[in-house]
């Protein structure tokens, strides 16, 4: 693993805004970065980063399929209890899972390290599937990057395909985001137009648009029956929200399912640590109610269960408390994971994002910043295999 400095494309940017990758710049800084790229062996790709991922989703899923049992599992996750019997019915059913996300650090020596698992709303599915695969055909069309050079990211094929197995007779499927926000509703409609492909007939329906009608089902802006959506909207949420009571009748197939409430959520670093402790791609973790967590000493990073974007995770290295960034999610029960920073390569942290599509792993998006903390403003780079 080698961080590279290729050359930009000329007018990379025109060519963003052509694909609809606006968001490509974020309050005038880049986001998307193609003056640095991360090179790859094979071995490092196949046996450092897919391997780690296949083998902690089936780690994840046997952890489901305990906490879908279990009050005391369901209350450790904060799992509101009214809608317990709603997530455990949706994995007994079945109701089939779109994509997840694992944050590792990797460097290519040692171990993928696991993070967090954005298992509900993960972004950054168009850059890696869409944008830096174009990058990479470019780069190689000019010879830039050699002509036998490749990339971890199927992303785009594998979800083309789950969308078909999930919906194999085809059919009518709203999609749903804040309808202002531009990177989700880009997102969204790129899952969007994935979908057509897959020969489903996508509308959008902004989610704060969604209403009941008198027999209690959902319905978008026009009054239409929602019977299957995809959501950009975290399960954490909508569990709270006043529409959380007629969710288990309603009638819906969901993207991502309500199971997913249990693996988006920090609460299962701790819960794999206790069933796999010492696992190499694991960091020790546990509870803040839990007093073991002391045998992390003074240097650990506090970790909300739900937090987007580093927001109110503290990182504290020798019980010196770095600067946290206030998002709102500072009341929330906490766990503590041990403290491990990300590989800096010339001065830049950089996390590895693995992604699955339904059970598969599908290719993986890099991020770096500065800091030690993945933020929404931390740049997201380009990769290739050699």
Known sequence: MERTRPTPRPGWQALAEQVGFTWHHDSGKPYWDESVAYRFTLPEIEDGIEAPTAELHAMCLDLVAEAVESERLMTLLDIPEASRDYVADSWKRGDPSLYGRFDFAYDGQGPAKLYE????TPTSV?????????WLEEQMATGALPANADQFNSLHEKLVERFRTIFPNGGFVHFSSDADFVEDRQTVRFLEDLAK????????????QIGLNADG???DQNNYLIQAMFKLY??????RDDYAEPLPRAEMTVLE????????????LPLLWERQAGHPNLLEAYFESDPQHGTLGSSYVRKPLFSREGANVALVDKGRKAKVLEGGYGDQPHIRQALHAPPRFEGSYVIV?????????????LREDRGRITRNTSRFVPHYIV
């Open 117 to 120: 698992y954005n298992a509900d």
């Open 217 to 219: 089902r959902f319905v």
């Open 353 to 365: 994002g693995s992604w699955l599509v339904g059970d598969q792993p599908a290719g993986i998006g």
């Open 197 to 208: 492909q897959a020969g489903l007939d996508p509308e959008f329906v902004p989610i704060d």
């Open 257 to 268: 399912p309500a199971w997913k409430a249990i693996l988006s959520n920090k609460g299962i």
């Open 126 to 134: 168009y850059e890696t599937a869409v944008f830096q695969w174009l």
């Open 234 to 239: 975290p399960w954490e949420q909508m569990l």
